[in-house]
């Protein structure tokens, strides 16, 4: 493998190329790679080289650390710039690029991308793995989306009922509970889930696999995949579900003055089993 080189000004995301294969690592370890809007910028960038590099055919998105990402940094997120007056319109602008937009982005890369999760993957964090094409999760991987504790109705980007079938997604959003790998793989979200220690390892195997296809056919495939899905209703419906996500930063906004209505208590609870524990 090269050596790992950073892409400029990056602190929280590592960019790297194995031969045709392109490997962009979330380096937040300490907060659970929790995302701040530095991160997310950063991450588009690395994004945005791989799918710009003719060498590269397939991409990884991991995390270092023991999960791969407790979601957004509610405490590292500034949506109102100094002195501004924080609105719904300045939460739908940020939101709309940074959250639902860089999502669509790497969803829409012509070329076959890989997740390899670990440990846990709340809210946010669906946001990063589910535009992958392929996801594989370790055995100790969970996943979940507990927001309702937020007053809101679900993440930015609502793949949920795509994912997870429409039952299964009330389910884990009215409970907020956590899905584990195999009930994950059950439904058809994760592709494979194989051993932590073999995570990194089985991923780059399958990158290579695919790697050795012809680049033109996987973005034939990947295109021709994804366009079923935009015909079956997809991308109207996560641009319509965003609105109704807003809906609930509005409702926050005129009762307390903040984009969310925290239930700390119900939350925790909630979260208590799956609770991040930095390295």
Not at 155 to 170: F, L, S
Request: with cysteine.
């Amino acid at each position: 493998m090269e050596t790992t080189e950073r892409l400029p000004s990056s602190d929280f995301v590592l960019y790297e190329r194995d031969d045709r294969v392109a490997v962009i690592t979330l380096n937040r370890p300490d907060v659970a790679n929790a995302q701040n809007m530095e991160l997310l910028d950063q991450l588009d960038a690395a994004w945005t080289r791989a799918a710009s590099d003719d060498e590269v055919r397939v991409i990884i998105l991991q995390a270092n650390g023991k999960h791969f990402s407790s979601g957004h940094d509610l405490k590292g997120t500034s949506i109102a710039r100094d002195g501004e007056k924080l609105t719904l319109a300045r939460v739908y602008e940020a939101e709309a690029r940074r959250y639902l937009g860089y999502s669509l982005s790497w969803r829409n890369v012509p070329k076959p991308s890989i997740a390899a999760v670990q440990g846990v993957c709340i809210a946010g964090g669906l946001l990063l793995c589910w535009p992958c094409d392929l996801i594989i999760a370790a055995d100790n991987a969970r996943f979940s989306d507990p927001v309702v504790h937020m007053g809101i109705g679900g993440v930015e980007y609502h793949g949920h009922t795509w994912e997870w079938g429409p039952r299964k997604a009330k389910e884990m959003l009215f409970t907020g509970r956590s899905m584990t790998a195999l009930e994950a793989e059950r439904l058809g979200m994760v592709n494979r889930v194989v051993p932590l220690q073999d995570l990194r390892t089985e991923t780059m195997a399958l990158a290579r696999e695919i790697a050795e296809m012809h680049p033109f056919a996987l973005r034939q495939a990947k295109r021709a995949v994804n366009q079923t899905l935009d015909v079956q209703g997809f991308y109207a419906a996560i641009q319509a579900v965003f609105d109704i996500h807003q809906t609930g930063h509005g409702h926050a906004l005129s009762e307390a003055g903040y984009p969310v209505l925290m239930r700390l208590e119900g939350m925790k609870q909630q979260l208590k089993a799956d609770r991040p524990t930095p390295d």
